[in-house]
Structures are given as C-alpha cells and as structure tokens.
C-alpha cells in the first residue's frame, strides 16, 4: 500500500476536483496518519468525519442475536429511502451519494437490509455477494434504537442466507 503523504492526498483532491465531485470521503485508518497530518488537513481544509470499523471473519462464527424490531430485505421501491437512510446515519446527507447507493442496491449481487419500528426504517445495513465472499457493509442504526440487536441479528440470521451461502469471510 502507498503511504499517505501531502501529494497523495492533494492527487486524490485534485481528481474529485477535475471530475466535479461535490464531496469525497477518504478513509485512513489512524496507525496510518502521517507525522504532518494536522498540517495536511489544514492546507487542505478536511473535517474530521464519522469513525468506520471493518472486520473479517468466518461467517458461522458470527452469533445470532434477538430484537424486537422487524428485520428484512429492503423491497425495491424502498431503496431510495434506504439509501437516503444510509446516508443521513453517516451524517452525509449527500443527494450524490444517495442516488450512487441506490444504483448499487440494485445490482443482483447486492442485498439490502433494515429494521423498521411499525413503519419507521431505523437501522441499515447490506450485503455484496462474490463468490465464497460476503462483505457487509452500510450497517448504521438511529442512536434511539441502537443496543437492540439490530445488526446481529441481521448478520447472523439473514432471510435469504446470503451470508451463510457466500460461505466464508
């Protein structure tokens, strides 16, 4: 992997730029940060956004959990407010990035998921399927319902068994 320096960042600003990128997201895990990186994020003008972890594992280890909110696949006519909920949990209420995760959500390799509260979506979540490889990714819950099982649950005890079926990271 590159190591992130002053002219990586301002190649990666510069081509969102060229291209008319209204906003761009880099993620940098912080054992990664550079020495002067508070000096890059000032000549650059970044903001610190929302934190994201990332893990890896085999799925039957994932345990299930109970919720008292319904989970399941998201319906179609449902992925625009999906996305839009994705989105607004990570505090990027972006309309280009809501119309890009709904395009993505309807790929045949990628499934949505969400917890609803009666008629209220409150948590998001979805599955990209590559061969024996499943990646969870957009998982985010309103902080009124979180601590409720929402996203264990929906990882271990999927309604189509993606998960199980992708087989094993």
């Not at 000549?43 to 299930?64: C, H, I, M, N, Q």
């Not at 399927?129 to 990646?135: D, F």
């Amino acid at each position: 992997a590159e190591p992130v320096t002053d002219a990586l960042i301002a190649e990666v600003i510069d081509f969102h730029r060229a291209n008319g990128s209204p906003a761009c997201h880099i993620k940098i895990s912080p054992q990664e940060l550079p020495p002067d990186w508070d000096a890059i994020v000032a000549r650059y003008g970044l903001t610190r956004g929302g934190v994201t972890a990332k893990f890896a594992g085999e799925a039957d280890e994932v345990k299930p959990a109970a919720t008292d909110l319904r989970v399941g696949p998201v319906e179609a006519d449902r992925l625009d407010e999906w996305a839009a909920l994705v989105w607004e949990l990570f505090d990027v209420p972006d309309p280009n990035f809501v119309a890009v995760t709904a395009a993505a959500a309807r790929q045949p390799d990628f499934q949505s998921f969400a917890a609803w509260d009666g008629s209220r979506m409150v948590a998001v979540a979805s599955v990209l399927t590559h061969g024996e490889t499943a990646h969870l990714h957009s998982a985010a819950t309103r902080a009124s319902h979180r601590r409720r099982g929402v996203q264990a649950g929906r990882c271990a005890d999927q309604p189509d068994g993606r998960l199980r079926r992708a087989g094993r990271r």
